[in-house]
T-cell receptor
Framework: GQQLNQSPQSMFIQEGEDVSMNCTSS?????WLWYKQEPGEGPVLLIA???AGELTSNGRLTAQFGITRKDSFLNISASIPSDVGIYFC???????????WGLGTSLAVNP | ETGVTQTPRHLVMGMTNKKSLKCEQH?????MYWYKQSAKKPLELMFV???????ENNSVPSRFSPECPNSSHLFLHLHTLQPEDSALYLC???????????FGPGTRLTVT
């Protein structure tokens, strides 16, 4: 089935560094969602984006809905060890309520 | 605390067993979802219920049978499963049925 291209697949960074990850789609999306999943838990919604160009922050996290409506970006500033986890993007297109999911970006932070 | 609870957290079952997964949401949402999460694959939507009515069945085999007695509870009845059904089964809810917003911790299912 359709899926999003999410990159990078994994990242290993030092505490304090900034992190950037992105998702791209071959089709135009109406909604972009960013989730974080920690081991043994379900995904937790971090940020929801509903309009092209929208820039939304949640603490040290900032996400943007690309102006082409085919991509989205998530940035984490000044990373800390508890940022470790898998970050997923998801979105839906047109009138289709079904979310399309990326494969995730696995983030490891070295204290 | 996400407001969505799932039991059991872990389940091991044989291919001839019958078991059920339970999900409860305490958020006052109207829509509930079952997802399957397997390694190296995107999350797979299985079923969606909106106001207790099933609005989506994503070509799921009949060995998975959902039940939604009210807007707060969702079950997934399992019977004669296959080893490839081993995965993390996630329940989610949302207010409007447009997209799953809040997930439970999941049930890690192993079929032997």
């Amino acid at each position: 089935g359709q899926q999003l291209n999410q990159s990078p697949q994994s990242m290993f960074i030092q505490e304090g560094e900034d992190v950037s990850m992105n998702c791209t789609s071959s089709s135009i999306f109406n909604t972009w969602l960013w989730y974080k999943q920690e081991p043994g838990e379900g995904p937790v919604l971090l940020i929801a984006l509903y309009k092209a160009g929208e820039l939304t922050s949640n603490g040290r996290l900032t996400a943007q809905f690309g102006i082409t409506r085919k991509d989205s970006f998530l940035n984490i500033s000044a990373s800390i060890p508890s940022d470790v986890g898998i970050y997923f993007c998801a979105g839906n297109a047109g009138n289709n309520r079904k979310l399309i999911w990326g494969l995730g970006t696995s983030l490891a932070v070295n204290p | 605390e996400t407001g969505v609870t799932q039991t059991p957290r872990h389940l091991v079952m044989g291919m001839t067993n019958k078991k059920s997964l339970k999900c409860e949401q305490h958020l006052g949402h109207n829509a509930m979802y079952w997802y399957k999460q397997s390694a190296k694959k995107p999350l797979e939507l299985m079923f969606v219920y909106n106001f207790k009515e099933q609005t989506e069945n994503n070509s799921v085999p009949s060995r998975f049978s959902p039940e939604c007695p009210n807007s707060s509870h969702l079950f997934l009845h399992l019977h004669t499963l296959q080893p490839e059904d081993s995965a993390l089964y996630l329940c989610a809810s949302s207010l409007d049925g447009l997209a799953a917003k809040y997930f439970g911790p999941g049930t890690r299912l192993t079929v032997t």
